[in-house]
């Protein structure tokens, strides 16, 4: 908005002549969001609290550690969604296509999470939405972003390293539709340990955001031989605000949680991931930076096979983190060392921008 505002003013005022360059507008959009983090926060808890007298219900079968967080408060990814949207609205360009989209899929995953959050509420239980409709639901949503992306940036994919682009022709839809569904479920799977999901979450974000300046930049772009989208550095500045609303939130969700995250922000920053990936052409390098958030969907995947297959359980638990917390590690030891591995892939995902 201030971009839409303020720029065409550059001609009179010359500071106004800032708001052209991404850099800035994503800087700034970063720290704006951290700031509504904190002004909205505690306030957002208090009423959370007041809404939920017996906060998230906390699964049976899970850790016995875990009992002892009954009473905090779950949907605090309301507290992300306040601070990332302000912070688009105010920095983007809200000509730029990519900007209603990414609100579009960030936003509708947050719904179908904050029914799912608000059902176990009420219900009493750690059982939302039936899995049916949930997933119909990110199905559809899915659909729709896949058809429009198809139709606006094509259907070729970057594959890292090798730099060949893939042309998926008919398959682009339902292979869209599978890294959205897909980055959404795998970012909500980890969402189990305080501050866990939402570490990794900046940390792809951020490398998210320097993939799609560089995409969006036509020299950068042709002198790594990646695919030029032009706007698509707008989705830095989206993915730079996704960074700041993630670590206000981090900021009460660290150990010991004052709030936890829920469906409604997990699966809205995977709804986010997914489609700042699929619009840049990216979505192995979301692969390989999001690297914790795929490892902890195959443990789940792997553990139910194998336990339908052979009736054995390849984890003590699953999803991964709870196969550590049952080894013997603390939480924080569990979180801090999955951080690190989550560090890693980051690095490893930019890398591939210069390999070739």
Same mark, same amino acid.
């Given at each position: 908005m201030l971009y839409n505002l303020l720029y065409p003013l550059h001609t009179k005022v010359s500071a106004f002549n800032l708001f052209q360059y991404i850099t800035f507008r994503a800087a700034y959009a970063l720290l704006t969001a951290l700031v509504i983090s904190w002004l909205v926060g505690g306030r957002l808890i208090a009423w959370l609290k007041s809404r939920q007298t017996a906060g998230q219900p906390i699964r049976e079968d899970g850790p016995a550690t875990h009992f002892a967080k009954r009473g905090t408060p779950t949907m605090g990814g309301l507290l992300i969604l306040i601070a990332w949207a302000g912070a688009v609205l105010l920095w983007c360009d809200l000509t730029n296509r990519h900007v209603w989209l990414a609100l579009l899929a960030t936003l509708g995953f947050g719904a179908i999470g904050f029914a799912d959050d608000w059902l176990k509420l009420a219900r009493g239980t750690s059982r939302g939405l039936p899995a049916r409709w949930k997933f119909l639901a990110q199905l559809g949503l899915a659909l729709v972003l896949a058809w429009v992306l198809a139709? $606006?940036?094509?259907? =070729?994919v970057d594959v890292p390293v090798v730099r060949v682009s893939w042309e998926l022709g008919a398959w682009y839809v339902p292979f869209a539709v599978f890294v959205l569904v897909g980055a959404s479920n795998a970012v909500n799977l980890t969402d189990g340990l305080d501050g866990l999901a939402v570490g990794p979450a900046f940390m792809t974000a951020g490398t998210l955001a320097v993939v799609a300046y560089v995409a969006g930049h036509a020299v950068f772009a042709h002198y790594l031989k990646i695919p030029h989208v032009p706007g698509a550095g707008e989705l830095a500045i989206v993915c730079a605000a996704a960074v700041g609303a993630c670590l206000g939130f981090l900021w009460y969700n660290? %150990?010991? =949680?004052? +709030?936890? $995250?829920?469906?409604?922000?997990?699966?809205?920053?995977?709804?986010?991931?997914? %489609? +700042?990936?699929? =619009?840049?052409?990216?979505?192995?390098?979301l692969a390989i930076a999001g690297g914790l958030f795929v490892l902890e969907a195959l443990s789940v995947i792997v553990q139910v096979a194998s336990f339908k297959l052979t009736g054995k359980r390849v984890f003590r638990m699953a999803p991964l983190h709870h196969h550590f917390e049952l080894k013997g590690w603390p939480e924080p030891k569990v979180v801090a060392r999955l951080w690190i591995v989550s560090i890693v892939l980051a690095i490893a995902a930019l890398s591939t921008l210069k390999v070739r």
């Open positions: 139709r $606006m940036v094509g259907t =070729a660290a %150990y010991p =949680a004052q +709030v936890f $995250m829920g469906d409604v922000g997990a699966l809205a920053l995977g709804g986010l991931l997914g %489609y +700042v990936a699929l =619009a840049v052409a990216q979505p192995f390098v």
